[in-house]
């Protein structure tokens, strides 16, 4: 069993959400701590115009509620909401908070994943813990 799990949660449908947690659960057991991280990506500055006023801020409590909704759910887990690029912002989470397993959902990869690379792919390849990723 792990001492530490982290699951980086992303609300896209592709991803499934819910096999992480699970197994999460089973690899934390009854004595791990489970962290779920959502990060936040900085919208860009030429689309913020486009955006109805106060959009960031409400989308941020409404992932903030979710987040905590699910961490709810498990034992002992914790939720947390932080703003960067996905995948450099949750290997520095890791790197900060010291967890011994991340586990990650990823979709299908296509062509463009194989060129440019996923979250899932990026965290694997550089985490300095164990990586269990999901599909």
Same mark, same amino acid.
């Given at each position: 069993?792990?001492?530490?799990?982290?699951? =980086?949660?992303?609300?896209?449908?592709?991803?499934?959400?819910?096999?992480?947690?699970?197994?999460?659960?089973? #690899?934390?057991?009854?004595?791990?701590?489970? +962290?779920?991280?959502?990060?936040?990506?900085?919208?860009?500055?030429?689309?913020?115009?486009? #955006?109805? +006023? @106060?959009?960031? !801020?409400?989308?941020?409590?409404?992932?903030?509620?979710?987040? !905590? +909704?699910?961490?709810?759910? #498990?034992?002992?887990?914790?939720?947390?909401?932080?703003?960067?690029? !996905? @995948?450099?912002?949750? #290997?520095?989470?890791?790197?900060?908070? @010291? =967890?011994?397993?991340?586990?990650?959902?990823?979709?299908?990869? @296509?062509?463009?994943?194989?060129?440019?690379?996923?979250?899932?792919?990026?965290?694997?390849?550089?985490?300095?813990?164990?990586?269990?990723?999901?599909?």
């Amino acid at each position: 069993m792990y001492k530490h799990v982290l699951v =980086p949660v992303s609300f896209d449908n592709e991803r499934d959400g819910a096999g992480a947690l699970a197994a999460a659960k089973l #690899l934390a057991g009854d004595s791990g701590k489970i +962290s779920l991280l959502h990060v936040i990506e900085q919208v860009p500055s030429y689309a913020i115009s486009y #955006l109805p +006023s @106060g959009y960031q !801020s409400e989308a941020r409590k409404a992932i903030e509620a979710e987040l !905590s +909704s699910m961490a709810a759910a #498990l034992p002992n887990a914790d939720s947390f909401v932080v703003e960067g690029h !996905s @995948g450099r912002t949750i #290997l520095d989470w890791a790197e900060a908070q @010291g =967890p011994d397993c991340i586990v990650i959902a990823s979709h299908r990869p @296509g062509m463009q994943d194989l060129l440019l690379g996923s979250t899932a792919a990026k965290v694997v390849r550089h985490a300095t813990c164990a990586v269990h990723v999901i599909r």
